[in-house]
């Protein structure tokens, strides 16, 4: 066995150790307390991971705030210069990506996942340590007009952030087709129509919002149900929820077995809901991604000349 697949068959085994000690000290090793306890998990580690990014965004404002409010340094001195040139070597960096998916021989320089990581790291923090080798202030025209493209770009990455995860298996998996979507769809509305033999109602009160998701539209009709479908739905299981709960207790089920099925059902809810808007929305997004590529590499190209413009003219005046 190779060193790699020995890392991750223990990196599985931790965690499953993990899982088990902290959310199933119990040791009831069922289906549904298993299931109930990943999602807890989960759950746990995103709010976890929103509030770790929350603090980081916190003191990155409070920084810019003294860098922007006082005389820490000017954007010519050493340290200045130094996060300038940081930020436009990583701006510069950003055309890697690009090249890595066309360019033939640079297939062998690792999975294209790590390069789009690599890519979403430099798009973030080049136009981060640009501000703040600007400090927060506008000079020169050249300059202005550097520091505006680079916004540009900056903002029409984190757009396509957003349209990107909703056609891909997360944030670096491979891209989704119209029919992988469609059977995620079906295979979670046979989970849920498994789960609700015994309550027929609100099986077919999901039933009707897959039909509405679904149903022909166009115009205004269109664009308004894409815009509030997902937010539909999140009301819709936040008005089951009380219902399940209560329904659950009707049938006499343990403390700890009402607990178990409560979380699994939680589950199956949110994913049905996201299975349903990301199958029903799948063709929009796929153009709305287009039309971002047509509009976000101009600007790249827009932010390489004004950023070389920009250098030439601080190293020669």
């Known amino acids: 066995m190779r060193r790699s697949e020995v890392f991750a068959s223990g990196k599985i085994m931790a965690q499953s150790i993990y899982l088990n000690l902290v959310t199933n000290p119990s040791g009831d090793n069922s289906p549904a307390v298993l299931a109930a306890n990943s999602t807890l998990l989960q ?13 980081v965004v916190l003191l990155t404002l409070a920084l810019a705030w003294m860098v922007a409010g006082g005389e820490m340094y000017k954007a010519g001195s050493r340290l200045g210069y130094n996060l300038g040139l940081a930020g436009g070597l990583m701006m510069l960096a950003l055309l890697l990506y690009p090249l890595r998916k066309r360019v033939r021989f640079m297939d062998r320089l690792g999975p294209m996942r790590h390069w789009f990581r690599l890519h979403m790291i430099f798009g973030i923090g080049g136009p981060l340590l640009i501000l703040f080798h600007s400090t927060f202030r506008i000079g020169s025209m050249n300059a202005r007009v550097a520091l505006y493209s680079m916004l540009l770009v ?19 998996g491979s891209r989704l087709t119209l029919t992988e979507a469609e059977e995620a769809l079906r295979r979670s509305a046979g989970e849920l129509q498994a789960t609700f033999a015994w309550a027929p109602d609100f099986d077919s009160r999901l039933q009707e919002f897959r039909n509405r998701a679904f149903a022909p539209a166009s115009g205004i009709d269109a664009a308004w149900r894409f815009v509030t479908l997902r937010w539909r739905g999140q009301r819709l299981a936040r008005s089951l929820r009380p219902e399940i709960r209560t ?14 099925h409560w979380h699994l059902i939680e589950g199956q809810l949110r994913g049905y809901v996201d299975a349903t808007c990301k199958a029903a929305q799948f063709s929009t997004w796929e153009r709305l991604f287009s039309l971002w590529h047509v509009v976000h590499v101009p600007f790249l190209y827009l932010l390489l000349l004004s950023g070389v413009v920009h250098v030439i003219s601080v190293h020669i005046y």
């Open 43 to 55: 759950a746990t580690l995103n709010v976890l991971w929103r509030a770790g990014a929350v603090v």
């Open 154 to 172: 900056a903002v029409s990455g984190i757009v396509g952030r957003f349209v990107y995860r909703h056609i891909h298996r997360g944030l670096y």
């Open 247 to 260: 329904a659950l207790t009707r049938q006499r089920c343990l403390n700890a077995e009402l607990d178990s």
